[in-house]
């Protein structure tokens, strides 16, 4: 399996495949693809041995929210010798599709990560502005967190994404799959 995968093809090798999910605890939560694991991106790392162990009994396909934290996620994987797939569009693809979601007992919708994101950025934006007609010189925070959004964008990495992800409302809730239980499954 070397091309992605639509979430046509997904849905009749569900069973045949381990899905990745690489959002956070709370987007995972608050609804997701039956059967997938949740692993967050920013702890890829410490699932290696784990995710190998899984790609050599079958194949490993990854998404997300829409398809960029996956791709992400699978450029890694097959950096460390893990082969996977990315998930076209994500588990919003899915939804879309008309495919149900599973959502675990308790969970409250979250936003997807980068909605958050655009949402924490443009708001820094605005209010340096903002700032600035009052207090010349704030302007250069916007600045930097353009700056940021440059450099995320040119490496393909997320730290504001990183940081929101550990708010309390992105963090899984009690009786959540933790990631240990996640290592444990793929271990079966």
């Given at each position: 399996?070397?091309?992605?995968?639509?979430?046509e093809?997904?849905?009749?090798?569900?069973?045949?495949?381990?899905?990745?999910?690489?959002?956070?605890?709370g987007e995972y939560?608050?609804?997701?693809?039956?059967?997938?694991?949740?692993?967050?991106?920013?702890?890829?790392?410490d699932?290696?041995?784990?995710?190998?162990?899984?790609?050599?009994?079958?194949?490993?396909?990854?998404?997300?929210?829409?398809?960029?934290?996956?791709?992400?996620?699978?450029?890694?994987?097959?950096?460390?010798?893990?082969?996977?797939?990315p998930?076209?569009?994500?588990?919003?693809?899915w939804?879309?599709?008309?495919?149900?979601?599973?959502?675990?007992?308790?969970?409250r919708t979250?936003?997807a990560?980068?909605?958050?994101?655009?949402?924490?950025?443009g708001?820094?934006v605005?209010?340096?502005?903002?700032?600035?007609?009052?207090?010349?010189?704030?302007?250069?925070l916007?600045?930097?967190?353009?700056?940021?959004?440059?450099?995320?964008?040119?490496?393909?990495?997320?730290?504001?994404?990183?940081?929101?992800?550990?708010?309390?409302?992105n963090?899984?809730r009690?009786?959540?799959?933790?990631?240990?239980d996640?290592?444990?499954?793929?271990?079966?």
């Amino acid at each position: 399996m070397t091309t992605p995968l639509t979430v046509e093809q997904l849905r009749p090798r569900l069973e045949q495949l381990t899905l990745i999910d690489v959002r956070s605890p709370g987007e995972y939560a608050a609804g997701h693809i039956p059967g997938a694991l949740n692993i967050p991106l920013d702890r890829l790392d410490d699932a290696l041995t784990a995710l190998r162990d899984a790609a050599a009994r079958g194949e490993l396909a990854v998404t997300c929210a829409s398809g960029p934290r996956a791709t992400t996620a699978v450029e890694r994987l097959t950096a460390a010798g893990i082969p996977a797939v990315p998930v076209i569009g994500g588990t919003g693809a899915w939804a879309s599709a008309g495919h149900r979601l599973n959502r675990l007992e308790g969970a409250r919708t979250v936003w997807a990560m980068d909605r958050q994101v655009r949402l924490v950025a443009g708001s820094l934006v605005l209010g340096a502005m903002l700032t600035d007609l009052v207090r010349p010189g704030a302007r250069w925070l916007a600045a930097a967190v353009g700056g940021g959004l440059v450099f995320s964008a040119l490496s393909n990495t997320c730290a504001m994404g990183n940081l929101l992800g550990r708010l309390p409302h992105n963090r899984p809730r009690p009786g959540a799959p933790t990631l240990d239980d996640t290592l444990a499954a793929l271990r079966r």
